[in-house]
């Protein structure tokens, strides 16, 4: 079935730093890829996307990254700083013609940030 | 507009019993979702909705049971509560009409059973 990897699982980085995360996605179908941070305890919050039209996007110091031949997307996080730290998860739709837009998720990225 | 309301934040249950995890938003959004999250891991969708009157099993359905009679509420329904559905529940929304295809999560509902 359809399925998205995500690595590594832990990643720790020094404050200003920078950090990558990537995800490879199985289903060619996919066309929307949003980026998820869950504060512990909290809620997944939405912290950027990109639709499958367009190879980059960025936000500040955030960017994600689309190689649609390759089937994977990253999240580049830049001058990471210690609220930078919590679990990231990436998604990719499970688009189908009826259009039920479920997103299958990676199993998440756990970021410290070190001061 | 408070987003996605669920409650109870909190519920242990013991083996066998039941209940119901109440999920409403307040955007008009058709789509809504119920996912878990075990300790450390990532997201399963249980089931999910595109509209009022449908619903459809995600990855990890059994077990559990939803409605959607309104636009607002996709309550969950637990049925003989077993230790392995212990786990931290999500419910979603999104609206894919205006081409908006984020979701937005409601604070979650954590479940022990014992």
């Known amino acids: 079935g359809e399925n998205v990897e995500q690595h590594p699982s832990t990643l720790s980085v020094q404050e200003g730093d920078s950090a990558v995360i990537k995800c490879t996605y199985s289903?060619?179908?996919?066309?929307?890829f949003p980026w998820y941070k869950q504060e512990l305890g909290k809620r997944p919050q939405l912290i950027i996307d990109?639709?499958?039209?367009?190879g980059e996007k960025k936000d500040q110091r955030i960017a994600v990254t689309l190689n649609k031949t390759a089937k994977h997307f990253s999240l580049h996080i830049t001058e990471t700083q210690p609220e930078d730290s919590a679990v990231y998860f990436c998604?990719?739709?499970?688009?189908?013609?009826?259009?039920?837009?479920?997103?299958?998720f990676g199993t998440g990225t756990r970021l410290k940030v070190l001061a | 507009n408070a987003g996605v309301t669920q409650t109870p934040k909190f519920r242990i249950l013991k083996i066998g019993q039941s209940m119901t995890l109440q999920c409403t938003q307040d955007?008009?959004?058709?789509?809504m979702y119920w996912y878990r999250q075990d300790p450390g891991m990532g997201l399963k969708l249980i089931y999910y909705?595109?509209?009022?009157?449908?619903?459809d099993k995600g990855e990890v359905p059994n077990g559990y049971n939803v409605s959607r009679s309104t636009t607002e509420d996709f309550p969950l329904r637990l049925e003989l509560a077993a230790p392995s559905q212990t786990s931290v529940y999500f419910c979603?929304?999104?609206?894919?009409?205006?081409?908006?295809?984020?979701?937005?999560f409601g604070s979650g509902t954590r479940l022990t059973v014992v």
């Open positions: 979603a929304s999104s609206s894919h009409g205006q081409g908006l295809y984020g979701y937005t």
């Open positions: 289903d060619s179908a996919s066309n929307y």
């Open positions: 990109i639709r499958s039209n367009v």
């Open positions: 998604a990719a739709t499970h688009s189908r013609l009826s259009g039920t837009y479920k997103y299958i």
């Open positions: 955007m008009n959004h058709n789509y």
């Open positions: 909705s595109v509209g009022a009157g449908i619903t």
